[in-house]
């Protein structure tokens, strides 16, 4: 699966949500410091009442839609997304606005140099916690800081800072690209090193020459089957097959034939036990592992049945060779208990297997013992 860079997924949304919503506790802390400052708050009574309201409106907004968020987004995930960047947008844009309602007033000073600090601490930590989507990041800092900036220019007060507040903007919109870059490079790394570690496992897993599973994965699954069905008493059966004659196929036509037909063989297999819980494994050689949970006698034996009827009929054309070959299978099945050996399970239907064997081959055979 190739990586998707720059796409808000579901990941990129948790790491947005987590790296800035502790900033909305700063926010609420910080509003109710630059209003006591001085005594702000005294002489701008009105846009002190709606500016501190606001924010905490949005504050507790934000922090309980970061705990509700899983919950919300089982039934309205699109809309619960658009609520998240809307309230981002919401929180920099009414602090903007206070931002420039504090630098256009007439006096002021120590109440201004206040703001102006809490708002530059505010922005960079915004900044860098909307650093996974960098159109966030920028929106957040443009409504931060614009206004205040479009303001004073209007007004013409004090145009040098005006001019720093736009290189600050600019400044930070830079960092924000090269915060975003890493990012993306980053999840791009841990993204190759999943599919790398799942290609491992799937080879630990996987016969190399028939793309079956191999024999020690087959041993993993049959001790968490054995369990299973134990719990739950329902049956389980082993089926073993092994080729008949199939080492004079490697000795007569090589031993890349004898791969093309065990690739073949393997094909075959998979087309007939197709069920999600059927397990198929190369058990070693030229011998083949069939692994069914919940199966009767008589559903296992016309599986088996149908194996060998179309390994019989099967040919494989080997530089103008015709190579045709029979297997025998061997049967058996039990409800287990816990205490039970699982290998028995494994031994009787080898049993079954030598029976086959010597019976003729190319048949099916079932052990009629009891119990596992």
Same mark, same amino acid.
């Given at each position: 699966?190739?990586?998707?860079?720059?796409?808000?997924?579901?990941?990129?949304?948790?790491?947005?949500?987590?790296?800035?919503?502790?900033?909305?506790?700063?926010?609420?802390?910080?509003?109710?410091?630059?209003?006591?400052?001085?005594?702000?708050?005294?002489?701008?009574?009105?846009?002190?009442?709606?500016?501190? &309201?606001?924010?905490?409106?949005?504050?507790?907004?934000?922090?309980?839609?970061?705990?509700?968020?899983?919950?919300?987004?089982?039934?309205?995930?699109?809309? $619960?997304?658009?609520?998240?960047?809307?309230? !981002?947008?919401?929180?920099?844009?009414?602090?903007?606005?206070?931002?420039?309602?504090?630098?256009?007033?007439?006096?002021?000073?120590?109440?201004?140099?206040?703001?102006?600090?809490?708002? !530059?601490?505010?922005?960079?930590?915004? !900044?860098?916690?909307?650093?996974?989507?960098?159109? &966030?990041?920028?929106?957040?800092?443009?409504?931060?800081?614009?206004?205040?900036?479009?303001?004073?220019?209007?007004?013409?007060?004090?145009?040098?800072?005006?001019f720093l507040i736009l290189l600050f903007i600019i400044y930070m919109m830079m960092i924000a690209l090269r915060g975003n870059h890493e990012y993306w490079n980053a999840l791009e790394n841990e993204h190759l090193l999943k599919l790398k570690s799942e290609e491992i496992?799937?080879?630990?897993?996987?016969?190399?020459?028939?793309?079956?599973? $191999?024999?020690?994965?087959? #041993?993993?699954?049959?001790?968490?089957?054995?369990?299973?069905?134990?719990?739950?008493?329902?049956?389980?059966?082993?089926?073993?097959?092994?080729?008949?004659?199939?080492?004079?196929?490697? #000795?007569?036509?090589?031993?890349?034939?004898?791969?093309?037909?065990?690739?073949?063989?393997?094909?075959?297999?998979?087309?007939?036990?197709?069920?999600?819980?059927?397990?198929?494994?190369?058990?070693?050689?030229? @011998?083949?592992?069939?692994?069914?949970?919940?199966?009767?006698?008589?559903?296992a034996f016309d599986l088996a049945e149908k194996v060998r009827s179309r390994i019989e009929s099967m040919t494989l054309s080997h530089y103008n060779h015709r190579i045709q070959a029979t297997v025998s299978l061997g049967i058996s099945s039990c409800i287990p208990e816990?205490?039970?050996?699982? @290998?028995?399970?494994?031994?009787?239907? #080898?049993?079954?297997?030598?029976?086959?064997?010597?019976?003729?081959?190319?048949?099916?055979?079932?052990?009629?013992?009891?119990?596992?």
């Open positions: 699966m190739a990586f998707k860079r720059h796409q808000i997924n579901r990941r990129v949304i948790d790491d947005l949500k987590n790296r800035s919503t502790i900033g909305m506790y700063f926010y609420i802390a910080v509003t109710v410091a630059v209003l006591a400052a001085d005594g702000f708050y005294k002489k701008h009574l009105t846009f002190s009442v709606f500016f501190l &309201t606001a924010m905490l409106i949005l504050a507790v907004f934000r922090i309980c839609h970061h705990y509700l968020f899983d919950r919300i987004n089982k039934r309205l995930p699109r809309l $619960n997304v658009y609520i998240f960047f809307t309230s !981002v947008y919401a929180t920099s844009l009414t602090w903007g606005i206070g931002f420039a309602y504090f630098m256009i007033q007439p006096g002021e000073p120590s109440s201004k140099i206040i703001m102006l600090a809490c708002t !530059v601490g505010l922005n960079s930590g915004g !900044v860098v916690a909307f650093i996974p989507s960098w159109g &966030t990041s920028a929106l957040y800092n443009v409504f931060m800081l614009a206004p205040a900036a479009i303001v004073m220019y209007y007004l013409g007060i004090n145009l040098t800072l005006v496992e799937k080879i630990s897993r996987e016969d190399v020459l028939t793309g079956l599973y $191999n024999r020690r994965y087959f #041993d993993e699954m049959f001790n968490i089957q054995w369990k299973a069905a134990a719990r739950n008493t329902r049956p389980l059966t082993i089926i073993i097959a092994d080729i008949d004659h199939f080492k004079p196929i490697n #000795d007569t036509y090589g031993h890349l034939a004898g791969d093309a037909y065990l690739k073949k063989i393997a094909d075959v297999f998979s087309e007939i036990f197709k069920r999600d819980t059927d397990f198929v494994a190369r058990y070693g050689g030229e @011998e083949f592992v069939f692994l069914l949970e919940n199966t009767d006698r008589n559903t816990l205490e039970d050996k699982k @290998e028995s399970l494994i031994q009787k239907a #080898d049993k079954a297997l030598y029976q086959a064997k010597n019976s003729g081959r190319n048949q099916v055979v079932y052990y009629d013992g009891k119990g596992c």
